[in-house]
């Protein structure tokens, strides 16, 4: 089963605004990171945050992490036609590279 | 540099066959993962292997299976299989860090259909 829940499931917006996404996991986590996917195709990685970070930034993208409340979220600013796609939070805890992933947010950008 | 390569890409098995499929890590790193992905249960970790060990498990019938080899390339074998298979494979690379997690490289993917 997964760890993480996401909200929205699914997000349309215009292009030029902004998209939001939520993560929520379980148990404590040595980082979040976030990943895009085009139509069932291969992940692409976006971001990592570790756990002792509160925001990062890298482009049009901004990340928080709230450990305490055991939630990250994903803002894409600006968006373009190009962003959509489905946005996956991945939690990675422990020994190795084990990634646990959220449900996932489908998010649409109408030109 | 080359990216996580996969093979197949697509591939259609009867019930009750046995599926091979093929990961090349990106060069250098040593840590390889596999996940399933299905419309129903989403991205689901499979197992992992570092330096040919299994280093993590996830919840999957012993039916599924997997090893790496001593260039790092990786291997997952599905035995007697069943329609509940059919789902999107992915494989990830990363880099070993010793301290921390660090970020997955993925493959393309192959789709495994069970009819």
């Known amino acids: 089963s997964q760890q993480g829940e996401e909200d929205p499931q699914a997000l349309s917006i215009q292009e030029g605004e902004n998209a939001t996404m939520n993560c929520s996991y379980k148990?404590?986590?040595?980082?979040l990171q976030w990943y895009r996917q085009n139509s069932g195709r291969g992940l692409v990685h976006l971001i990592l945050?570790?756990?002792?970070?509160r925001e990062k930034h890298s482009g049009r993208l901004r990340v928080t992490l709230d450990t305490s409340k055991k939630s990250s979220s994903l803002l894409i600013t600006a968006s373009r036609a190009a962003d959509t796609a489905s946005y996956f939070c991945?939690?990675?805890?422990?020994?190795?590279?084990?990634?646990?992933f959220g449900g996932g947010t489908r998010l649409m950008v109408k030109p | 540099k080359a990216g996580v390569t996969q093979t197949p890409r697509y591939l259609i098995k009867t019930r009750g066959q046995q599926v091979t499929l093929s990961c090349s890590p990106i060069?250098?790193?040593?840590?390889v993962s596999w996940y399933q992905q299905t419309p129903g249960q989403g991205l689901q970790f499979l197992f992992e292997?570092?330096?040919?060990?299994?280093?993590n498990k996830g919840n999957f019938p012993g039916r599924f299976s997997g090893r790496q080899f001593s260039n790092s390339r990786s291997e997952m074998n599905v035995s007697t299989l069943e329609l509940g298979d059919s789902a999107l494979y992915l494989c990830?690379?990363?880099?070993?860090?010793?301290?921390?997690?660090?970020?997955?490289?993925f493959g393309q993917g192959t789709r495994l259909t069970v009819v």
């Open positions: 292997y570092f330096s040919e060990t299994q280093r």
């Open positions: 991945a939690a990675g805890r422990g020994a190795g590279n084990m990634l646990t």
């Open positions: 060069s250098g790193h040593r840590s």
């Open positions: 945050i570790r756990s002792n970070e």
């Open positions: 148990t404590s986590i040595n980082n």
């Open positions: 990830a690379s990363s880099l070993e860090n010793p301290l921390l997690n660090t970020e997955a490289f």
